[in-house]
């Protein structure tokens, strides 16, 4: 499988020889090294596509790129970008909630996880993460409540909440 990602690549940094000023080049350099695990080399790709042609998914994509890395201070900037293009992109308000939680930033990540529920009631993770962001701030009250919300979307993981607040 890794033989089609060289051959791919090859493909692609020609591409972006014979075609600089199209983002388009960048951006499947940028998918492929992704799709084969190779996150650092994805990142300057994902730039300078966005240097071209800003669009809400090609930050997200570089903020996962920036995630897969462990570097998740450096996923805010982008997922923020990616939320200012699209306010509605799910993906992107949850991931940034994701960044947050593992920052400690525990109040932003309730905030975007909120959001996240209220562009898509039953984002299952989302509630669940929202439950779980109210204990790490200390609010069992509200965790209970949003179990008696998650077990009316997804019961086994409402049950992974309800042990988590009653531990």
Excluded: C
Aim: glycine content about 4%; overall charge negative.
């Amino acid at each position: 499988m890794l033989g089609r990602f060289t051959e791919a690549e090859k493909f692609y940094k020609r591409l972006v020889e014979l075609k600089p000023d199209d983002p388009h080049s960048y951006t499947v350099l940028a998918v492929n090294y992704t799709e084969s695990g190779r996150f650092e080399e994805a990142i300057e790709p994902y730039k300078k596509a966005i240097a071209l042609q800003p669009h809400h998914v090609l930050y997200w994509s570089l903020a996962r790129a920036y995630a897969a890395l462990g570097r998740h201070e450096e996923t805010i900037e982008p997922l923020r970008k990616a939320i200012e293009i699209k306010p509605q992109f799910v993906f992107a308000r949850y991931d940034l909630g994701i960044s947050f939680a593992v920052l400690g930033r525990h109040q932003e990540a309730l905030d975007e996880f909120k959001r996240v529920v209220e562009l898509e009631p039953w984002h299952v993770d989302a509630n669940l993460k929202v439950g779980l962001e109210y204990l790490s701030l200390g609010n069992k009250q509200a965790a209970i409540q949003q179990y008696y919300i998650l077990k009316e979307i997804d019961a086994e993981r409402a049950a992974q909440l309800y042990g988590l607040i009653y531990r």
